[in-house]
């Protein structure tokens, strides 16, 4: 099992410019999330997935889109970079319920200038 | 709201001996779950254990142990035998609800040769 795969590693944007940070998983989980980690600030949920077609906003959505179209993809989309959006981005999954394990990606660096 | 206070930023231990991380945290759900995660410097995020709060008995994995006082709303992490690849930030986190899960700002802690 290749577990959470995320593309792009790295990446830098200009303000404005839109872009799809793509996370799939291949171990059938329900649930997948996306997270952005900056500095002292530890690990924030953007928005999740509890299954196919169904998906919610989490602590801090905004300038975040995604969608759930099969179990294992769940691309995040940033519609228009802003500086702010700076960040290690995170993408995670797990069994249905709230007590299993998490399994992450290895990351995105992002970079807008 | 829920929150999570991790009060110690940095910590460094011999190898071999024995350190404990602090978390305290806040919530207003009867049903939650707490989790410690692992952050080396690879970024990679492991589960290093985790506690449901309806258990009074403190969760253990190997060298990692949990002192959960859910009165007082702690959930501290006992490393023993500290080893070298122990290095990392370390994540405390709640879970509750349909998918809330905050983490904590982390703790980095180093072990000394």
């Known amino acids: 099992n290749a577990g959470v795969t995320q593309t792009p590693k790295f990446q830098v944007l200009k303000t404005g410019q839109s872009m799809t940070l793509q996370c799939a998983q291949d171990?059938?989980?329900?649930?997948m999330s996306w997270y952005r980690q900056d500095p002292g600030m530890g690990l924030r949920l953007i928005h999740y997935?509890?299954?196919?077609?169904?998906?919610d906003q989490g602590e801090v959505p905004n300038g975040y889109n995604v969608s759930r179209s099969t179990t294992e993809d769940f691309p995040l989309r940033l519609l228009s970079a802003a500086p702010s959006q700076t960040s290690v981005y995170f993408c995670?999954?797990?069994?249905?319920?709230?007590?299993?394990?998490?399994?992450f990606g290895p990351g995105t660096r992002l970079t807008v200038t | 709201a829920q929150t999570v206070t991790q009060s110690q930023p940095e910590m460094s231990v011999q190898e071999a001996e024995t350190v404990t991380l602090s978390c305290t945290y806040d919530?207003?759900?009867?049903?939650?779950?707490l989790f410690w995660y692992k952050q080396p410097p690879s970024r990679q995020m492991i589960l290093v254990i985790r506690?449901?709060?309806?258990?009074?008995q403190n969760a253990t994995e190997n060298r990692f142990s949990v002192n959960f006082q859910k009165a007082a709303k702690s959930f501290s992490l006992k490393i023993s035998d500290s080893q070298l690849g122990d290095t990392a930030m370390y994540f405390c986190?709640?879970?509750?609800?349909?998918?809330?899960?905050?983490f904590g700002t982390g703790t980095r802690l180093k072990v000394l040769a």
């Open positions: 995670a999954s797990s069994y249905d319920t709230l007590d299993n394990e998490q399994y």
């Open positions: 171990m059938n989980h329900e649930y």
């Open positions: 997935s509890v299954g196919a077609g169904i998906t």
């Open positions: 919530t207003s759900e009867s049903n939650y779950y």
């Open positions: 506690q449901e709060a309806y258990k009074q």
């Open positions: 986190a709640v879970a509750s609800g349909t998918y809330k899960y905050i």
